[in-house]
């Protein structure tokens, strides 16, 4: 069974950082983009960043040079480093791994809430 496993949501004041987590197990973690999108209260599920299996990355225009995403292919692990928090980015974080191969699904992450406040 292929499934996502995130940790490191929380509460935060402005200003802070957090780093979430997301391994993947029961699949080849190469053969994925992996990326994480957040989805606040009323609002539609976005991109956040994304990363491909040799390190090409991708980033919303509203965390570039605040969030970081990077992958270790050897522990089947994804990254998100989240600078200079601000209000805005309090959402439910969600992993997810999109196939590049035939024959592979698309998989979410249960999501992990990431909370910005004073």
């Known amino acids: 069974q292929v499934q996502l496993v995130e940790s490191g949501g929380g509460l935060v004041q402005p200003g802070g950082s957090l780093r979430l987590s997301c391994a993947l197990s029961g699949s080849i973690f190469s053969a994925y983009v992996m990326g994480w999108y957040r989805q606040a209260p009323g609002k539609r599920r976005e991109l956040v960043a994304a990363?491909?299996?040799?390190?090409?990355?991708n980033y919303a225009d509203s965390v570039k040079g605040r969030f970081t995403i990077s992958r270790d292919n050897a522990k089947n692990t994804v990254y998100l480093q989240m600078n200079s928090l601000k209000p805005e980015d309090t959402a439910v974080y969600y992993c997810?791994?999109?196939?590049?191969?035939?024959?592979?699904?698309?998989?979410w992450g249960q999501g992990t809430q990431v909370t910005v406040s004073s």
């Open positions: 990363i491909t299996s040799g390190g090409t990355t």
């Open positions: 997810n791994a999109n196939p590049v191969r035939l024959g592979y699904k698309n998989v």
